[in-house]
């Protein structure tokens, strides 16, 4: 079944904003100040989920509700899982078609970020539903095109939207030529049930990357990709 939520609350602050954005100049404390109000008023964050199946894994095959995807991290998190939620979370098109009126470039920086964070609040509020709903106490999420080229390759957008289904009638998220999301303040990608929860930057050999959640871990790479 297809479930859409499209009243998302935004709970980053204002201050949490400011903090973000490294913003101390009293000027520019007032200018992001107002954008972050308008752009809270204008935003709708939207999520879309289906609950799903794992029917097979073998290799670095996992077929879900008859969709086949390649990925030894797919395989390796989802080998002992019967039950995923494939996903599309977004800040929503509202925001975003407000954002690109904005010419500056410095200004137009912040409203990424402030989208951004309204993601990320779209994807907690995701999360907690499924937990509430469906009573898990632990869950792990696996995106492609996270981290390395060869964990999920992000050319899996499309199956991946195909088993989802009406993603861009529901929330209005479309996938381009080169499987990015529009608006690019999107993401996607597989909520499971996980005792030990699966971060996908334990996978991600880049370097000084600012939005490592946990370090490299080789030992889990290994694991991954031992075949």
């Given at each position: 079944?297809?479930?859409?939520?499209?009243?998302?609350?935004?709970?980053?602050?204002?201050?949490?904003?400011?903090?973000?954005?490294?913003?101390?100049?009293?000027?520019?404390?007032?200018?992001?100040?107002?954008?972050?109000?308008?752009?809270?008023?204008?935003?709708?964050?939207?999520?879309?989920?289906?609950?799903?199946?794992?029917?097979?894994?073998?290799?670095?095959?996992?077929?879900?509700?008859?969709?086949?995807?390649?990925?030894?991290?797919?395989?390796?998190?989802?080998?002992?899982?019967?039950?995923?939620?494939?996903?599309?979370?977004?800040?929503?098109?509202?925001?975003d078609d407000w954002s690109h009126k904005e010419k500056d470039s410095i200004v137009s920086?912040?409203?990424?970020?402030?989208?951004?964070?309204?993601?990320?609040?779209?994807?907690?509020?995701?999360?907690?539903h499924i937990k509430r709903v469906f009573m898990f106490e632990k869950l792990s999420v696996?995106?492609?095109?996270?981290?390395?080229?060869?964990?999920?390759?992000?050319?899996?957008?499309?199956?991946?939207?195909?088993?989802?289904?009406?993603?861009?009638?529901?929330?209005?998220?479309?996938?381009?030529?080169?499987?990015?999301?529009?608006?690019?303040?999107?993401?996607?990608?597989?909520?499971?049930?996980?005792?030990?929860?699966?971060?996908?930057?334990?996978?991600?050999?880049r370097e000084n990357c600012k939005g490592r959640q946990v370090p490299f871990d080789i030992?889990?790479?290994?694991?991954?990709?031992?075949?």
């Open positions: 079944m297809l479930h859409k939520i499209d009243n998302i609350p935004i709970k980053t602050s204002i201050e949490q904003a400011l903090n973000n954005l490294h913003i101390s100049d009293s000027e520019d404390i007032a200018m992001v100040s107002g954008l972050f109000e308008m752009a809270k008023k204008i935003a709708k964050p939207k999520a879309l989920y289906r609950e799903a199946y794992v029917e097979e894994v073998s290799g670095d095959k996992t077929r879900i509700n008859g969709y086949d995807f390649r990925s030894a991290v797919v395989t390796m998190n989802l080998k002992n899982i019967h039950r995923v939620f494939a996903y599309v979370c977004t800040c929503g098109t509202e925001v920086f912040w409203l990424d970020m402030i989208k951004q964070m309204f993601l990320h609040d779209a994807i907690a509020f995701l999360k907690d696996i995106n492609p095109g996270s981290g390395n080229l060869e964990n999920w390759p992000i050319s899996q957008q499309k199956p991946l939207f195909d088993l989802i289904g009406n993603v861009k009638s529901e929330i209005g998220v479309t996938l381009s030529g080169s499987f990015l999301m529009v608006p690019l303040k999107s993401t996607s990608g597989l909520i499971f049930p996980s005792e030990t929860e699966f971060v996908n930057c334990a996978l991600c050999s030992r889990l790479y290994n694991k991954a990709f031992q075949n």
